[in-house]
Antibody
Framework: EAQLVESGGGLLQPGRSLRLSCIAS????????MSWVRQAPGMGLEWITF??????????EYAASVKGRFTISRDDSKSFAYLQMNSLKTDDTAVYYC????????????WGQGTMVTVSS | DIQMTQSPSSLSASVGDRVAITCRAS??????LAWYQQIPGKVPKLLIH???TLQSGVPSRFSGSASGTEFTLTINSLQPEDVATYYC?????????FGQGTKVDIK
């Protein structure tokens, strides 16, 4: 069964950095594009970034709200996706979901359980 | 950026009712639209992709349709386990925007 498990969330002050990790299992990780989606408390879903598979160049894209501060990366040998978050703001407080992007389309077909990031002074 | 306007923001219906949720794109997006269900306290789940293709394992009472820039998620015969917030999402081009969500509950 395909599964994603995030880790690395926590409580930290504005301006600090944090790296989230996502380990995949149950599928050939390197064949898939991966993405991060976040959800602020009581709010809707916000796509923030994706990275394509190596076959498609490992191309990355970012939402305007995180561009220049967040970096997505992947390690296909370990089946990990990462989200490096720098210069964190209180508005970045959210549950962060690692998602798999379905082959042949761009819908998110597998979701992790999420990891909470709280940015507060 | 293309905006996705989802309506209504909430609805209440009886068990067995047919329910429709609409998502309108500010520009054409082809059929690059997905629908997700988020049961309270749970992780979002993909229901439909490519505007009308049911994801494997999703009950057949869920269906999606498209007409130009308007997309509809229909739940035929609403069930108690369908209480959730439903989101549309476009993915033809970045940013991959979600709709604001529609909260569905039982009357």
């Amino acid at each position: 069964e395909a599964q994603l498990v995030e880790s690395g969330g926590g409580l930290l002050q504005p301006g600090r950095s944090l790296r989230l990790s996502c380990i995949a299992s149950g599928f050939t990780f390197g064949d898939y594009a991966m993405s991060w989606v976040r959800q602020a408390p009581g709010m809707g879903l916000e796509w923030i970034t994706f990275i394509t598979s190596r076959a498609y160049g490992g191309t990355t894209e970012y939402a305007a709200s995180v561009k220049g501060r967040f970096t997505i990366s992947r390690d296909d040998s370990k089946s990990f996706a990462y989200l490096q978050m720098n210069s964190l703001k209180t508005d970045d407080t959210a549950v962060y979901y690692c998602t798999r992007i379905a082959v042949g389309g761009n819908a998110f077909d597998i979701w992790g359980q999420g990891t909470m990031v709280t940015v507060s002074s | 950026d293309i905006q996705m306007t989802q309506s209504p923001s909430s609805l209440s219906a009886s068990v067995g009712d047919r329910v429709a949720i609409t998502c309108r794109a500010s520009q054409g997006i082809g059929n690059s639209l997905a629908w997700y269900q988020q049961i309270p306290g749970k992780v979002p789940k993909l229901l439909i992709h490519s505007a009308s293709t049911l994801q494997s394992g999703v009950p057949s009472r869920f269906s999606g349709s498209a007409s130009g820039t308007e997309f509809t998620l229909t739940i035929n015969s609403l069930q108690p386990e369908d209480v959730a917030t439903y989101y549309c999402q476009k993915y033809n081009s970045v940013p991959w925007t979600f709709g604001q969500g529609t909260k569905v509950d039982i009357k």
